[in-house]
Structures are given as C-alpha cells and as structure tokens.
C-alpha cells in the first residue's frame, strides 16, 4: 500500500527495535521455564487424551502425577510407560485413566525413548501437514469466492449442535470465517474439558469434539457454496498450548492468541502466560494458523482516543514475541479497533488516520479490525451509521479481517437476520467505494496525517518507558489498559517450573528445528 501518511521509516524501525529490546529479557525468562500447560500440550502432540471417571483430562493426572518432576519435563515418563508396559497409545491413556501412574515405573534406556517420541511427533507432524495442504488447496480453489476484506462473524449459542446451525446459516449468507465464542470464564479453567458439549454460558466449550464437529459443517457448507469458510476459537487462558494442539489436530484456521490479553483481563500470571503464548505460538506457527491479537480490548477499559498510542505499542510487542516464535507475519492478524467516541469532532477522520497507520506500519500483516462497541446503544439507526463508517473505513484502508458489527451482539447471540443485514451493509458499502481510496490524498499537514504521526510519537515513548521499566514491572505499573498486574500474582503462578538441566520436550525441540528451517 503506498505511503499516504507521511511517516518516517526511521521512527518506526526505532518502534520495531525497542519492541525486540523489550521482549528480549522476556523471551531468556520463557527458555528458561516450562508450565503444566506447556507439558499437557507437549503430551496432547504425543497422544495423551481422554479422561477419567470424574472427567479429569489424562494429560492433568500425568502431570500431577509427575508435579515434583516437571522440571526434567513429563514426555520421557509418558513415552516410557508406553514402552515398558507394552501398551499402544490408546491402551495407555485407559490405563492412566484407570488409575496408572507413569512416575512410578522405572526408566528404560534413554535412546529408545528418543526413538520412540520421533515416531509418536511424526504421527503428529505427517496430520498436520496434511491439514495446511488440504487448506491451503480449498482456499485456492475457491479464491474468487472470498470476499475483501475477510467479513468475520460469530456464533454464541452454547450448544455446539445449534453453533452449527447458526454458523451454516451465516456461511450462507456470506461470511468468510465464523468464530464460535468461547463459554464464559472458560479461559479460567485449568484443563480442557471432554466431548461435545452444549451448555455453554454466552458461549461454547472450546473441545476438540466440538472443534472437530463444527469444522466438518463448515467443509459441508464450504463445498456446497465453492467458499472455504474459516473456522476461529480461542488459543487462550490457562489451557493456551492444549487449545492450540486440539486446533491444528482439527484443523481450524484462526485463533485468538495474544502475548498479554490474559494478563490484562483475566487476571493469569504474567509469567506463566508469556511462557504458555510461545509455544502456542509456535504449534499454531507449524499448523499455518493465523493468531489474531486482542488490542482492541484495551479500548474497553482506555479512551480510544487518548490511549491510541497504548494499541500501537502493544502491536510492536504482540508482533515481536510472534516473530520470536517463528510466526511469519503472514500469520500475525494483529488487532484493532474502531471505538472513538462518535461525538468528538472529526471522530471519523481519527478512526480513518488510526486504521490507515496501522496497514502502513504492518503492510505484511492480516490486521484484525474490530467494529464499534463502547458507543453502540439501542438507537439502531445510529449503530446502522457507525457500522458503516467502519464498513468504509475497513475497505478504504485495507484491513484484512473485519469483524462485523452485528445490532444484537451486545445482548445476546445475534439473531439470524441481523447477521444478514450485517454483511449485506458490508458488502454494498465496499462494492460502492471499491477503488476509492486509490483517488485520494492526505493533506501533508491535515487532521489525518498530524494524528497518524501523534500516535506513533506518543507510541515510541512509552515503548522507551517500558524498556526502561522492563515489560514485567510495566505491567506491575498498569501501563497497558490502565490496569496493574503483579508479577508474582493472578491465577497460574504455581504452574510455573524452572528448566533443569536434564529438561527434555521433544515436542518443543521438534518445533524448534522445523520453524528455524522452515
């Protein structure tokens, strides 16, 4: 996209290059440290699954089981007992759900379980491929079908089965993806819960069954319109990396997946998210799953206007530790929104300078653009009005996920015709004005291009005050979304384990080698 807003090369490599001097100290933390999320994913990719009786997933009671060990890392004793017992991965898990314990049996010769975890990431590695590939296929197949940007709704149901009546009904009427809702405080839970399920709580379970069922709707539906319909969920919480196994078992295509959106707002450690985000950044890296951050979610608690420069930041952070896990940018739909308040004079020109600034800073990356909420009321003649300046102003700056402002989002799960009138709005807004931005120029000195620049000045200094603070004690000091976190405090903190020497995650060492190479 050409360069309309005047801004200086300089200034934002120096933004990039405190980002990295920022992350750096974080990223020596996050080699340095496992998590018991990091571990049950690790034995997900192995094979670990099911429950027991009292629904406590496998991969927890090996874990537990192995709590006073997690820092020589919890494959070895998996892999062993499989070996040992002579069991074959199913028989194994059914075994530990009946009661085994993998820390109680004695280790076999080290080699051959090395040999042993090759075969079982090989299992792993030969599905996923095969997934991107049939992606990747289907998308260009039906490339002419898709619509520009990528038009993005939800589904809220609770019940996975009518999720998918739902999510048909809205593929149909098209969409391009369709993001089922996470159930409330699921994000809260220390395990992943089991099987289908349907009594969410403004939202669904995030399962791998309910991933599995909702992704072979949307096959159906994409085959029957000539449209892949792309499937989104939640890659976050305390479960992050297990989330984003099940997802590139199952194949969806989208996750929400930020660097400190759970520290922020839900309240889990710091330093177990930072630890949990990358290596579920780099199972998503090796699945080719786009991760869409969560920026806009600072406007909730920030004036959009004042606090602009606070996106801005967080994007040059969420983008570097996704760089750090071997995430090309391509993959990268970094957030933001359209949510400065209506009655500012110029609102719409600010909105235009903030959306327009961030494709010229990330001109690689799929930007994830979020409709107009805070100002929404019951007045639908006014949310009509603002959804369409967002409608506008997504296709005049070329963002590339646009998540639809929908009227009855906000009270409960949008009713079929308004998911309708929705992209019906969409559409004719940006067939109208297809090319209009390719006929027009910013006054180099005018309200677009001075606020462009603002934000970015404003951005560049609180980057320098938090290198200078270090990202953990800024976030102690609430300089993200005007909300203070402690380091040592907030939910998960005692799932943290610092590596021993004799630490070993084939999983990880496997990710490692592929995404350098790749």
């Not at 629904?55 to 020589?72: A, D, E, M, Q, W």
């Not at 002579?86 to 009661?99: H, M, Q, R, V």
């Not at 004079?345 to 235009?352: D, I, T, V, Y």
Request: glycine share 6%; with cysteine.
């Amino acid at each position: 996209m050409k360069n309309k807003l005047n801004l200086s090369k300089e200034k934002i490599d120096l933004a990039r290059l405190l980002a990295k001097e920022i992350t750096t100290p974080v990223q020596k933390f996050i080699d340095e440290h496992t998590t018991d999320t990091v571990e049950r994913a690790a034995l997900r990719v192995l094979g670990a699954d099911g429950t027991n009786e009292n629904g406590i997933p496998v991969p927890n009671l090996i874990v537990k089981s192995l709590r006073n060990l997690l820092s020589t890392g919890t494959c070895r004793y998996y892999i062993n007992a499989k070996l040992k017992k002579g069991f074959t991965i199913p028989e194994l898990n059914n075994a530990i759900s009946n009661g085994l314990d993998v820390s109680n049996i004695e280790l076999i010769d080290g080699e051959k379980i090395r040999d042993e975890a090759d075969k079982l990431i090989n299992n792993f590695s030969q599905l996923i491929r095969k997934n991107v590939n049939y992606r990747n296929h289907k998308i260009s197949e039906f490339s002419k079908n898709e619509n520009n940007p990528m038009l993005y709704l939800i589904v809220a149901t609770g019940n996975i089965f009518e999720d998918v009546k739902q999510a048909t009904a809205a593929a149909e009427q098209g969409a391009d993806i369709i993001a089922v809702i996470r159930t409330t405080a699921q994000s809260l839970l220390d395990y992943v819960p089991f099987g289908a399920t349907t009594d969410g709580f403004c939202g669904t379970y995030a399962t791998q069954e309910n991933f599995r069922i909702m992704r072979s709707a949307l096959d159906n539906v994409s085959e029957n319109m000539n449209h892949y319909i792309r499937l989104v969920n939640y890659c976050s919480g305390l479960c992050m990396p297990e989330i984003a196994v099940m997802g590139a078992v199952e194949r969806l295509d989208m996750m929400l997946n930020d660097s400190m959106y759970g520290i922020l707002f839900r309240d889990i450690n710091m330093c177990r998210t930072f630890v949990d985000q990358h290596f579920s950044r780099m199972i998503n890296a090796f699945a080719e799953i786009v991760i869409n951050t969560g920026e806009d979610n600072y406007l909730t608690t920030c004036d959009a206007y004042e606090k602009a420069y606070t996106v801005l930041a967080s994007q040059l952070i969420n983008a570097r530790f996704a760089k750090n896990a071997h995430l090309p940018e391509r993959l990268v739909g970094l957030g933001h929104a359209f949510d400065i308040d209506p009655t500012i004079k110029n609102s719409f020109l600010l909105e235009l300078a903030q959306a327009q600034m961030a494709r010229e800073i990330f001109p690689e990356y799929p930007l994830k653009y979020m409709p107009p909420t805070k100002f929404i009321t019951g007045n639908i003649f006014k949310s009509y009005a603002l959804n369409t300046m967002f409608n506008f102003t997504a296709k005049a700056t070329n963002q590339s996920i646009h998540l639809l402002g929908i009227l009855t989002e906000a009270i409960h799960t949008p009713h079929i015709q308004d998911r309708f009138l929705a992209i019906d709005n969409a559409k004719y807004v940006m067939n109208s004005m297809a090319d209009f931005f390719d006929e027009i120029e910013f006054k180099k000195d005018g309200i677009i291009v001075n606020r462009a620049n603002e934000v970015l000045d404003n951005a560049i200094e609180l980057l320098k005050k938090v290198k200078n603070t270090g990202l953990f004690y800024s976030i102690e000091k609430g300089l993200f979304a005007d909300i203070k976190r402690k380091k040592n405090g907030g939910k998960g903190f005692d799932g943290i384990e610092k590596k021993g020497k004799d630490y070993w995650n084939p999983v990880e060492d496997f990710l490692k080698k592929e995404l350098s190479e790749s």
